[in-house]
Structures are given as structure tokens and as C-alpha cells.
């Protein structure tokens, strides 16, 4: 009769699945509950969202738009819109009684243009 070649196997298993705990308890220690979890368990946390004015974006997005209280990088090709969405999401914001920064590297925030989609160019930051 074969030998069982399964209990090599569950030994590693074991081993490796007590590498991740240690690993997920070191991420908690360094960033606190709830930085790291295993997906499926625990409480899933409601994300509140800021609407992008494109359905179909937000639908894309998962959460119906762009998290709220979050850091968001937008990126695409130049004149893809990327200064356009970010406008956008800015003036829902700031609708909503929000505070947001916009961070203009380049230097060429046109702010008549954020005025016309709805900024409020005085309380940008």
C-alpha cells in the first residue's frame, strides 16, 4: 500500500498558514485593527463615497464613487480628464459640505474652469 503523502503536505500547510498569522499580527501592531484582514471574514466596513457625475464610473468604482476621507491618485494619459474628474469630485464635496485639496504639480489649475464645474475656489485648499 502507497505511503500517505498527505502529512508533508499538512505540515506545510500548518507552517505556513502560522507565518501568516505572525505576519498579519505585525502589520496590526504597525498599523493598527484593521489595516490587514482575511476577506471574507469580520465586519465589512460601509465606505461612504463622493459621486465622480459619471454612473458609470461610480457603478465601476464598487463603492458609488470615490471613497470618502481616503488619498485617490487619478491617472491617464494627458487631456483623458483626469483635471476634469478631480474637478468634479472636488464640487460634489464641497456640495456636501466637505473640505478637499487639490494637488497641482504641474502648475496649470485653470480655476475659471473649476469655477465652471462647480468649485468653490475659495475654500479649495
Same mark, same amino acid.
Do not use: N, P, W
Given at each position: 500500500m502507497p505511503a500517505d503523502k498527505s502529512a508533508p503536505q499538512d505540515k506545510n500547510l500548518a507552517e505556513r498558514e502560522r507565518q501568516l498569522e505572525a505576519a498579519v499580527s505585525q502589520i496590526e501592531r504597525t498599523f493598527g485593527k484593521g489595516a490587514i484582514m482575511r476577506l471574507g471574514t469580520g465586519e465589512r466596513a460601509t465606505v461612504e463615497a463622493i459621486p465622480t457625475g459619471s454612473l458609470s464610473l461610480d457603478l465601476a468604482l464598487g463603492v458609488g464613487g470615490v471613497p470618502?476621507?481616503?488619498?485617490?491618485?487619478?491617472?491617464? *494619459? $494627458?487631456?483623458?480628464?483626469?483635471?476634469? &474628474? +478631480? /474637478?468634479?469630485?472636488? *464640487? $460634489?464635496?464641497?456640495?456636501?459640505?466637505? &473640505? +478637499? /485639496?487639490?494637488?497641482d504639480a504641474e502648475h496649470?489649475?485653470?480655476?475659471?474652469? +473649476?469655477?465652471?464645474?462647480?468649485?468653490?475656489?475659495?475654500?479649495?485648499?
Open positions: 470618502r476621507g481616503r488619498i485617490t491618485e487619478i491617472y491617464g *494619459a $494627458e487631456s483623458s480628464g483626469k483635471t476634469t &474628474l +478631480a /474637478l468634479q469630485v472636488i *464640487a $460634489e464635496a464641497q456640495r456636501r459640505g466637505g &473640505l +478637499a /485639496l487639490f494637488i496649470a489649475l485653470d480655476t475659471e474652469y +473649476a469655477r465652471a464645474l462647480g468649485v468653490d475656489i475659495d475654500r479649495l485648499y
